[in-house]
């Protein structure tokens, strides 16, 4: 199953980025998604490395544990970072688990006089591997909610990014007021001292 949605940020594809690769926001901008942990080496059965200990914490290369909640259960994969090209795409791949692949896609928008704008695409394809039908009916029952958390995590990811920004841009403007105060103040002459 194959799931894309999209919208629109107003702010630049940095303020986005931040959102969507950083670890430890994840949970805060993905609906359904109930864990992201990232996954450094350990052993895994039989002492073979679960994790190789070159995988970094970040980046390319990372996994993490992802678990989403579909129904009454929890499903997910060991996935990989598999592209991480700051500020534009980010995507991953399962390692194991269920088969899934994964994709944000940010694309800087022209500016129209209201500001910076980041066209958001955000992907997901997954399928329950050599399950025959009845996992093609388990992909068609959990399409629709998967589909919703997808819509809602792009909708939370707006929220947050686009009320993140108001609070950057007032406090730009603050710090500007208050430098043009000092400057204001500094330019008045002193004055003379009476008598």
Do not use: N
């Amino acid at each position: 199953m194959r799931i894309t949605v999209a919208t629109e940020v107003a702010a630049p594809p940095e303020a986005v980025w931040d959102s969507v690769s950083d670890p430890a926001k994840v949970l805060h901008v993905m609906s359904g998604i109930t864990r992201w942990e990232p996954q450094h080496a350990r052993e895994g059965p039989g002492g073979s490395a679960a994790v190789p200990a070159s995988a970094p914490a970040v980046g390319l290369g990372a996994r993490y544990r992802m678990l989403m909640r579909v129904g009454s259960a929890e499903v997910g994969s060991l996935i990989e970072i598999v592209e991480f090209c700051p500020p534009f795409d980010l995507a991953w791949t399962s390692v194991t688990g269920v088969d899934q692949r994964g994709r944000w896609r940010l694309r800087p928008r022209p500016h129209d006089g209201r500001g910076p704008r980041t066209h958001v695409e955000f992907r997901l394809a997954y399928g329950v591997a050599g399950a025959g039908l009845l996992g093609w009916l388990a992909e068609q029952v959990a399409a629709p909610q998967v589909s919703g958390h997808l819509r809602s995590s792009l909708a939370q990811l707006k929220r947050q990014v686009e009320h993140d920004e108001t609070r950057r841009a007032a406090a730009e403007r603050r710090r500007a007021r208050a430098a043009a105060a000092e400057a204001a103040a500094a330019a008045i002459p002193a004055a003379p001292p009476p008598g």
